[in-house]
Nanobody, 127 residues
Framework: QVMLVESGGGLVQAGGSLRLSCAAS????????MGWFRQVPGKEREFVAA????????YYADSVKGRFTISRSNAKNTVYLQMNTLKPEDTAAYYC????????????????????WGQGTQVTVSS
């Protein structure tokens, strides 16, 4: 079992930056890939970014490529999402997800591939 807790959300003006964190606890000694998703009420959950267990592989949605950066510290059992040049359309609840993998370079980009989810943190970007 892995527990995930997100933090770092808030209200920011368009063009600003935020850094989300996701702290993992529990069976963190096993290999697990992690990702970020977001959801707006009434819409489907959307993939944002993913990172492999090793951190060597990352993948981004086209809508955030070049603006967001995913990273992780396995020593701290934490994954980060640095969000720059934020836009009003980035407004959403952001969720961290994790799942065990056998390949350290494997990234997961589908929500059904993830076993564990955090409670989410709200990001609101004002125009």
């Amino acid at each position: 079992q892995v527990m995930l807790v997100e933090s770092g959300g808030g209200l920011v003006q368009a063009g600003g930056s935020l850094r989300l964190s996701c702290a993992a606890s529990g069976r963190t000694y096993e290999n697990y890939a992690m990702g970020w998703f977001r959801q707006v009420p009434g819409k489907e959950r959307e993939f944002v970014a993913a990172i492999s267990w090793s951190g060597a592989s990352t993948y981004y949605a086209d809508s955030v490529k070049g603006r967001f950066t995913i990273s992780r510290s396995n020593a701290k059992n934490t994954v980060y999402l640095q969000m720059n040049t934020l836009k009003p359309e980035d407004t959403a609840a952001y969720y961290c997800a994790a799942s065990y993998v056998t390949e350290v370079a494997h990234v997961l980009i589908k929500d059904y591939e993830y076993s564990y989810w955090g409670q989410g943190t709200q990001v609101t970007v004002s125009s």
